[in-house]
């Protein structure tokens, strides 16, 4: 199994600008999560899916965050407009209910 | 809400000696898991060791063992031997013990350097 594949790996973005970062989980898992990471806040759970549907989307820090999953094997986590303070390691990870969970390599997004 | 703190933001050790990373946690529950993360410069998330709560036996991986205090809420994780590679980012973590999507609720990391 290739593992939790995120593209791109790398992002550098204008103020403004949309930005789409995509998610393909492990094949045959069901929950997917999407994580920030920055220096200051650590690891923060933005929102979640099980088979596909939310559960939780209160880490979204606001509207300009947009989540979708409309495959068992593709997720898309879109800023519209990107700021700044956007600027962080975008982390996918996939589980399959009481298992282990599996990272992607993770999206460095620059936004300046 | 359940919470995990790491009281050691930075950690150092001299190759092949034993290092402990502190790890404590809040819950309500009595069922759940706990988990140790490695995070290289590379910045990949990589499972270390799990511990199930109802287990009182602690997790072993090779080099790696935990010890999990349960009343006291404690998790930490051992390193023997440490070798260069072990030096990165380490995240304890934590979910519960139910079927179904359930979130990773993370600490705030402990960098541990190797001096060789």
Redesign the interface.
Known sequence: DAGVIQSPRHEVTEMGQEVTLRCKPISGHNSLFWYRQTMMRGLELLIYFNNNVPIDDSGMPEDRFSAKMPNASFSTLKIQPSEPRDSAVYFCASSLSLGGYTFGSGTRLTVV | AQTVTQSQPEMSVQEAETVTLSCTYDTSESDY?L?W?KQPP????I?VI?QEAYKQQNATENRFSVNFQKAAKSFSLKISDSQLGDAAMY?CAYRR?I???????????TRLTINP
């Open positions: 898991y988990f993360y590379s910045r990949q998330m499972l799990r995240f013990a079927q179904g999507a359930q979130k990773l609720v993370f600490g705030q990391g």
